[in-house]
């Protein structure tokens, strides 16, 4: 009995390691990349970038390859539904293809526009499909972006990947928060979704021909540079901040600056450059390396205010205005050091309140300030708040609070004397 | 027959070890505190609280076995309630255990299905699961027992890296407003895992073979609690990374959750942990389950050597799991309140509350008539 049973075992243990769900990886081939947009005719358009694992191995850059053998390829296809145009660049591959190592999903500005909750039930429901993806809304040609060659990585996808990624710490826009933050931000009442957009650079014609993305005249009279000018030389897409949304559709762009206010009042971006006016002439520029706020919704005589507090830690990167002998700031001078901080709380009230104008402009609720309500007003969003919270968001009194620390001014205590 | 003779005896620590990643292994298979009523942001408390009443179900069910501490509840019932209604109560604890083998290895069939092999019948890993857990029946608890003394940590282990894989996408936001919209949502979510802790009538049949003897009700309580904490914390942590929309609305939360989160850049899926964690429990719940329902079959049935019983046993489960639910949808309307607790609450609570109120009929008698118990 026992081996008969020995037996049996074995034969079933032979058996699961998979006769009908068995996948050789000579015989698929792997997505990094997916993007969705839509046509003219309302079709689902599905652009999906593969890795060709032959062509990166040994680190051969793409300049190097021999033709045929690109370190990767797209594809694109459309069909009824988002499914439909997915399953629709299968005819086009001589293997099978998987979605389950896919980077980052990229939503065109014209199908975010219409409404990317298909996307995101289809991505919620597949089982290949992963929420910890990055996303990004991209302004210009989608199949153009993820047909071009970046110059940091042989497969393009893994590039965006990092520019979405907290690895890139250093980007004042907004850090893809991911598909999980995404759509639980979508989910949740009194609150709106802000994705990161990317802009295609080659050629970069906004395809709807509508407002364009989130450039900036103010930019130039800002305190620090524009995210606009950041792109890696060569590469074809540029972080350019974000895409405000109200439940699943897009209503307009944030520039790199609103991005960051709504990040630090959603104690989201952590790291941020920041050049503010150096008392002693010129600019210093801080590292904004700590971010933490609160926000706190209060309900008065029918009336809801808010209160936003942000604590900034950072410290000095740099200075100008050490010309012709010039002594720069004394950084040993608490007055000195007092008059930096206020400097940095100012820019970063400026942002948050830029980012405020923004969400009242668009009746996008991306920093929460509903969802604070909701969270911490139960009864008064219960009450009737929560049902009208779109027509009140652009006369809620909201009140900015910055409490800016430095904690260093970098390896040197004092500035050099030229 | 009566188990006066039996001769195979696990320890108390070993049964609460079943016990644990039973009730684990299945609560978090689809997390009925999410998934079966409004409780929300709020289904850790209604965790809490379906633990309380586990735990005072628990305690019924061994105080009452430890009353009759060399029987079955097969024995006693018939002793309580007359050999007819006793019969009758036995046929059906026999069903419960049926019901619960098949319908675990179901859930985790579809769970196969769903996530990992859409393209394997289902039937064959059904066919699988009940023949493994036919297998360790018919071996004996002691092995079940052993088994799961060995699994117990690893199955601890890898639900709690699971949990800590997702500590990073935790959101505390998303549990709040906490305990703002009453009691009646929160009470909603308790029914299910309640109805589940159907496990614990296992207790009933295994009372004659624990080890040592003082500490059986202990243990069995004990039992209760414990998975019940977990539970709290594992809906709080689902809420917190999936929010209340995503993670209500997902066939199988805990697997939702495993899979959207990448704690490190080097360490980006964890799910296998969960599932295997899972696929653990699941053993040692399904062959305690064909165990105790061909022990208690073959009592009813006056076959000596229970044995003879587990093959069909085993054979009823895989049918059983197969054609009692045609998909997945029917799986989740069977744990819907009030359909599934209200069916617990017959066949297992009157049972119950019919024996209690017997015992203490008869104790009554006797001190009155002044006769001594046996």
């Not at chain 1, 990229?106 to 975010?112: D, F, G, T, V």
């Not at chain 2, 007819?84 to 619960?100: E, N």
């Not at chain 2, 290895?105 to 394997?120: C, D, G, K, S, W």
């Amino acid at each position: 009995m026992r081996l008969s049973a020995a037996l049996v075992a074995l034969c079933l243990a032979l058996a699961s390691a998979g006769c009908w769900d068995r996948k050789e990886p000579d015989d698929m081939v792997f997505a990094v990349a997916l993007g969705f947009d839509i046509d003219d005719d309302g079709d689902y358009v599905a652009i999906a970038q593969f890795a060709n694992p032959v062509a990166v191995k040994g680190g051969v850059g793409p300049s190097s390859q021999p033709a045929g053998s690109a370190p990767f390829w797209t594809n694109c296809a459309k069909g009824r539904t988002p499914f439909d145009a997915l399953a629709n660049l299968s005819p086009a591959l001589s293997r099978e293809m998987t979605v389950s190592n896919i980077e980052v999903l990229l939503i065109s500005e014209r199908l975010a526009k219409r409404g990317i909750a298909p996307i995101m039930d289809l991505v919620a429901r597949d089982n290949e499909l992963r929420l910890a993806v990055s996303t990004a809304v991209v302004d210009g040609s989608l199949k153009s972006l993820l047909e071009s060659q970046f110059p940091e990585d042989p497969i393009p996808a893994l590039s965006i990947q990092r520019m979405l990624n907290p690895i890139h710490f250093i980007d004042p826009s907004a850090m893809s928060p991911g598909l999980l933050q995404s759509i639980t931000d979508m989910l949740r009442p009194g609150q709106d979704l802000l994705l990161p957009a990317l802009r295609f650079s080659a050629g970069a014609v906004s395809e709807s021909g509508e407002e364009r993305g989130p450039d900036r005249e103010s930019d130039s009279s800002s305190n620090s540079r524009s995210a606009m000018d950041s792109t890696s030389p060569g590469s074809p897409v540029t972080h350019i901040g974000s895409a405000a949304f109200h439940r699943d559709k897009m209503i307009g762009w944030l520039d790199g600056h609103e991005s960051r206010g709504a990040n630090f009042a959603r104690t989201r971006g952590q790291h941020a450059p920041i050049s503010v006016q150096s008392p002693a002439g010129g600019l210093v520029s801080i590292h904004v390396a700590q971010v933490e706020s609160t926000v706190t919704p209060r309900y008065m005589n029918e009336d809801v205010s808010v209160l936003i507090k942000v604590k900034v830690e950072g410290h000095v990167q740099g200075q100008t205005g050490l010309e012709e002998g010039q002594a720069g700031v004394n950084f040993a001078n608490p007055e000195s050091l007092r008059d930096l901080r206020s400097c940095l709380a100012q820019c970063v009230r400026e942002d948050i309140e830029h980012a405020l104008a923004k969400s009242r402009e668009y009746r996008s609720d991306f920093i929460g300030l509903g969802n604070a309500v909701y969270r911490r007003l139960p009864r008064v969003w219960k009450a009737g708040i929560g049902g009208r919270w779109y027509e009140l968001l652009p006369y809620v009194q909201v009140q900015v609070e910055v409490e800016a620390t430095l904690t260093s001014s970098g390896l040197l205590r004092e500035s050099l004397h030229y | 027959m009566k188990m006066a003779e039996a001769r195979e005896i696990i320890a108390n620590r070993q049964l609460a070890a079943i016990l644990f990643m039973m009730r684990t292994t299945v609560v978090i298979s689809f997390v009925p505190l999410l998934t079966t009523g409004n409780a929300a942001q709020d289904a850790w408390a209604a965790g809490l609280i379906a633990g309380l009443l586990l735990t005072l179900a628990a305690w019924g069910i061994a105080e009452l076995a430890a009353r009759y501490p060399r029987l079955t509840v097969v024995d006693y019932s018939r002793m309580l309630l007359g050999r007819f209604l006793g019969t009758i109560v036995s046929l059906v604890i026999s069903w419960h255990f049926l019901l619960i083998a098949a319908t675990d290895i179901r859930i985790y069939a579809e769970l196969m299905r769903v996530a990992f092999m859409p393209n394997t019948p289902i039937w064959f890993t059904i066919v699988a699961m009940a023949f493994l857990a036919s297998l360790a029946a018919w071996f004996g608890i002691e092995p079940i027992g052993r088994a799961a003394d060995a699994f117990l940590p690893i199955f601890a282990a890898f639900v709690a890296l699971t949990l800590l894989g997702a500590v990073p996408s935790f959101n505390v936001h998303n549990l709040q407003p906490a305990l703002a919209r009453g009691l009646r949502p929160v009470l909603s979510s308790v029914w299910t895992p309640l109805g589940i802790g159907l496990q614990w009538i296992s207790a009933g049949m295994l009372f004659p073979f624990l080890i040592p003897q003082n500490r059986r009700v202990h243990s069995v309580v004990l039992a209760a609690v414990l998975p019940s904490a977990v539970l709290a914390v594992v809906a709080a942590m689902l809420v917190g990374v999936l929010g209340t929309d995503l993670g209500s609305k997902s066939l199988f939360p805990f697997l939702k959750m495993a899979r959207s989160v990448r704690p490190t850049r080097t360490i980006e899926r964890i799910e296998i942990l969960g599932t295997v964690a899972w696929g653990l429990g699941l053993f040692a719940g399904g062959s305690t389950m064909v165990y105790c329902g061909s022990r208690a079959l073959s009592q009813i049935l006056r076959i000596t050597e229970y044995r003879k019983i587990v093959p069909v046993f085993g054979v009823l489960v895989a049918l059983y799991s197969m054609y009692a639910y045609k998909d997945a949808f029917q799986l989740v309307r069977f744990f819907r309140p009030p359909g599934f607790p209200l069916l617990i609450a017959l066949t297992a609570g009157v049972p119950y509350a019919l024996m209690w109120a017997s015992h203490i009929a008869r104790h009554l008698l006797r001190r009155r008539t002044g006769r001594q118990d046996r």
